[in-house]
């Protein structure tokens, strides 16, 4: 994972240590000799990264296929351990990497154990921000050499392979997939106190874990939905990793929490014509998906109306899908169900003859008011839903609304 310069770089920066050597020493399953005040069962780092001569900053880094548990005592123990290592050798940070981040009952139980005086040496990330990270080196063109461009695109698509296996294995079990499972053990307690308070509170510490797991859950399901594309491509547009390192995205994603309660996404592939917009809007526990098309722009009466109902017609996913129609003389956007737009003509019939729409909103509202602080089964609706709502409007998504 270390091999490519600016990919290294790039990992560590976002773990707050600045590496601008080139050349490094990487190093599997460290040994030290034994510290006096370690114990003698204390388990080695998955790895080690420092400047080549050992002058400079430097990280352990500890991999995990799933996620942390603090009632996991060897778990808790073994980062608590690194820690305390970390301080004896002088080593900058312990990074350790997995499906989610390590909620706040970890983090304390880890920090309960360790009595490590200087600055907090523990950052955690997921092995979907790396693949961000690849991502946007990748897109900008940062990567020297075929042999780090063929290394990081080779690492992104082990993870896509990954993704596809426990994605699909997951649609025969009753739980959820074993590579991403959850927003992680802050999300219950984050929802029932957005419920209890009707607002979020700026300060709450779990907000950066949770906006850390809901960019690793979009991009799981960005890495998902391209399995079968004949290019590689980032359908992630929103929040994009194009220009943003990992911070600023997690920056974007807690702002939105703070100002509206909400979780936004954007996916758009290729060879489609418009967006996919997904919210989590937490206050009212609800998930909107959504997709926004022009009206025709020849400004000629067309069966534009007849076609959108059309294409929608064969929606057998669940949640309820509107049309919003919004008519060049009416202040307000005229909202109807499918059904009504398919059995009543008169409901999405223009206001005055010849008149066409200025644009259409096709919108699905899928109410989790008794999933939402679920935050494993509310991870499976998700990526259901958006995959249903996805396939029903694949028409819409690939043709649009003719002129």
């Known amino acids: ?56 900053p430097s990280a352990f880094f500890d991999f995990m296929p799933c996620s942390f ?22 080593i900058g940070r312990v990074i350790t990497i997995s499906s989610i981040v390590p909620d706040q009952a970890f983090v304390g139980a880890v920090r309960s154990l360790v ?17 961000d990270i690849a991502l946007g080196l990748l897109d900008r063109k940062s990567v020297e ?20 296996r426990e994605t699909q294995a997951r649609a025969a079990r009753d739980q959820g997939a074993l590579f991403f499972t959850s927003l992680g053990g802050d999300w219950d307690g984050f929802v029932d106190d957005v419920e209890n308070t009707g607002t979020v509170d700026p300060k709450d510490p779990r907000l950066s ?13 960005s890495l998902y939905l391209t399995r079968s594309s004949a290019r590689d491509e980032d359908v992630l547009l929103h929040p994009s990793v194009h220009s943003k390192d990992s911070q600023a995205r997690k920056d974007a994603v807690i702002k939105r929490l703070k100002s509206h309660g909400q979780l936004m996404a954007t996916f758009h592939k290729h060879d489609e014509v418009m967006p ?3 919210c989590v809007d937490v206050k ?3 998930v909107i998906f959504q997709l926004q098309l022009n009206g025709p722009s020849n400004k000629t009466q067309s069966n534009s109306i007849a076609e959108l109902a059309q294409a929608i017609s064969e929606d057998r996913t669940f949640g309820k899908t509107r049309i919003k129609i919004f008519w060049p003389t009416e202040k307000a956007p005229r909202a109807v169900t499918k059904e009504q737009a398919i059995k009543e003509p008169i409901s ?30 509310f991870v499976q609706l998700i990526g259901l839903e958006l995959r249903g709502f996805r396939a029903s409007t694949r028409h819409l998504l690939h043709r649009g609304i003719a002129a």
């Not at 778990?75 to 351990?81: D, T």
């Not at 009595?115 to 693949?131: C, F, I, K, S, Y």
């Not at 050499?145 to 596809?164: N, R």
């Open 1 to 56: 994972m270390l091999a490519v310069p600016a990919f290294r770089r790039d990992v560590l920066a976002a773990a707050g240590l600045k590496f601008s050597s080139t050349k490094a020493e990487v190093f599997r399953e460290v040994r030290f000799k034994q510290e006096p005040n370690l114990p003698s069962d204390c388990d080695a780092p998955d790895g080690l990264v420092r400047p080549r001569g050992g002058r400079g």
């Open 69 to 90: 548990s603090a009632s996991d005592e060897r778990q808790v123990h073994r980062i608590a351990n690194h820690l305390m290592l970390a301080q004896e050798r002088r």
């Open 115 to 131: 009595n490590v005086q200087g600055p907090d040496r523990l950052r955690a990330m997921t092995w979907m921000e790396t693949v």
């Open 145 to 164: 050499g075929q042999v780090g461009v063929f290394l990081l695109e080779q690492y992104v698509q082990t993870l896509k392979d990954e993704v596809v």
């Open 209 to 221: 874990a949770i906006a850390s797991n809901w960019l690793a859950l979009l991009r799981s399901l």
């Open 276 to 278: 996919t917009l997904m």
């Open 284 to 286: 009212h526990r609800e």
């Open 348 to 377: 999405i019939a223009p206001p005055q003859h010849g008149m066409v729409p200025d644009k259409f909103i096709v919108e699905r509202t899928v109410s989790c008011e008794k999933i939402i602080n679920q935050p494993d089964s």
